[in-house]
């Protein structure tokens, strides 16, 4: 699926299509490295149109929790942590209008973390009794169609500020916060065409954290760019730096992907790819270099294999899956592999949930108003799909899920080209104990005549 090119008509589409079938991605050869496993998703209830999801301890017992946005219910729902990495119910708190992103971060400086949604029109803090219960939220006015939020120092106080992206005026709007976790009047930062993600991060060495925003552009006038914004120092930045991708992202992301201590980009295309964007050491990038995922709507970083090279993940919304696309320890990345999610994952965060000190994944998923878990569980085998690979590149794609070929049956095919994978048993994304079998039907071309 292409040419969607606003993210909440995505989401209401997402919605309004929900009986419909699995669309399915393009795959590309795989290289043999070691890759992550996780067990089956396990899915909890949220508020109506989940988009956004963050992870942190929200009430100080050192298990963290979960807080979505629900855009349509015009709530943050908070999901305590167990311990094991499993949820209770949600408590829903009541946010400005339509919220489609949620972030976490001590705003008050009482060393309670509180919550900040993006909202149409405002953004809420939600400020944390100490319990993992919110006081009512507090808006402040922003722009409309506030599509992200994230939370940092920006001006050297000590005491976190707001940035957040507004689509239709095309800017930024910075947010610097008075001490107790009130804010000052925004002020606008141009931006590409219709920005749809902040985040922040210090990009040039200078040890004041910037700015960087993915420009998902309209049906008229294509985004295909990220903006760099620089820090002045106090909390004010420069003219935005326009760097090129591919494809209409959604979110942006900041890590050292090549281990050089400089942090770099990594950007969702909309369309079937990731870009990676290397930094040059002065808050300039290389040229973006694309990596084929999904139809992906949100990406991440963190090291999922533990080799201490920091991975990407996306959010998959019409396979129903995240690809996880390991470093291979250059900046540069691993062919994909795939993990079922719950339908329709929209966003995707990081962070070990239940204690074993490996990174877990959770995705919100608009519909059906749901979070999805999975646990980071090495060694376990994932099912891929190869349906349509040359066995070459169908074996390599099995051995680095953890799994192994079974029996081979070959057919012929009309359309399937000789030596490729017709189809295959078990169906792609489940999940077998480690080297479990997955079975082949191979094509033999077309029946002599």
């Excluded at 008075?178 to 922040?200: K, L, N, Q």
């Excluded at 979110?251 to 770099?264: M, Q, T, V």
């Amino acid at each position: 699926m292409t040419g969607i090119t606003n993210p909440r008509a995505l989401v209401k589409r997402i919605l309004a299509l929900a009986s419909l079938g699995v669309f399915a991605g393009s795959l590309g050869a795989a290289t043999l490295s070691s890759a992550p496993s996780f067990a089956p998703a396990r899915s909890y209830v949220t508020g109506r149109a989940s988009v956004s999801v963050a992870i942190g301890d929200l009430n100080g017992d050192g298990k963290p929790d979960l807080a979505t946005a629900n855009s349509y219910s015009k709530t943050v729902s908070v999901l305590q942590n167990r311990g094991d990495g499993s949820f209770r119910a949600r408590h829903d708190y009541a946010t400005g209008r339509s919220p489609w992103s949620v972030a976490i971060g001590d705003l008050n400086g009482d060393r309670k973390p509180d919550l900040a949604t993006a909202n149409d029109g405002t953004v809420s803090v939600l400020l944390n009794r100490g319990d993992g219960t919110f006081q009512a939220k507090l808006d402040y006015p922003t722009g409309r169609s506030s599509e992200s939020v994230a939370i940092g120092d920006l001006n050297g106080d000590r005491k976190p500020d707001l940035a957040t992206t507004q689509e239709e005026s095309n800017t930024v709007a910075v947010l610097l916060n008075d001490g107790e976790g009130s804010f000052r009047p925004r002020r606008d930062y141009a931006t590409g065409t219709t920005p749809t993600s902040v985040a922040i991060g210090e990009l040039n060495g200078d040890r004041k954290p910037d700015l960087a925003i993915a420009n998902h552009g309209t049906d008229e006038i294509p985004g295909r760019t990220i903006s760099v914004l620089l820090n002045r120092g106090d909390g004010s930045f420069r003219a935005k730096g326009d760097y090129g991708i591919r494809g209409d992202p959604f979110r942006i992301a900041i890590g050292d992907l090549n281990g050089d201590g400089k942090r770099d980009l990594a950007t969702d295309n909309g369309s079937a790819s990731v870009s990676v964007l290397l930094n040059s050491g002065d808050g300039s990038f290389l040229k973006a270099r694309a990596y084929a995922t999904g139809f992906p709507t949100s990406v991440a970083i963190g090291d999922l294999n533990g080799d201490r090279k920091p991975d990407l993940v996306t959010t998959n919304d019409y396979e129903n899956t995240v690809s996880v696309l390991a470093n291979r320890g250059d900046g540069s990345f691993q062919g994909k592999l795939d993990y079922a999610s719950g339908r329709h994952p929209y966003s995707v965060a990081i962070g070990d949930l239940n204690g074993d000190r490996k990174p877990d994944l959770v995705t919100a998923n608009p519909d059906p108003h749901i979070v999805s878990v999975l646990l980071n569980t090495p060694g376990v085998c994932t099912v891929q799909d190869v349906k349509g690979q040359t066995m070459p590149v169908a074996r390599r794609m099995i051995a680095r899920a953890h799994c192994r070929v079974g029996k081979i049956r070959r057919a012929y095919s009309k359309e399937i080209k000789k030596g490729r994978v017709i189809s295959q048993k078990p169906k792609p994304g489940t999940v077998l104990p480690g080297r479990g079998k997955v079975n082949l039907v191979v094509s033999r071309g077309r029946r002599p005549k």
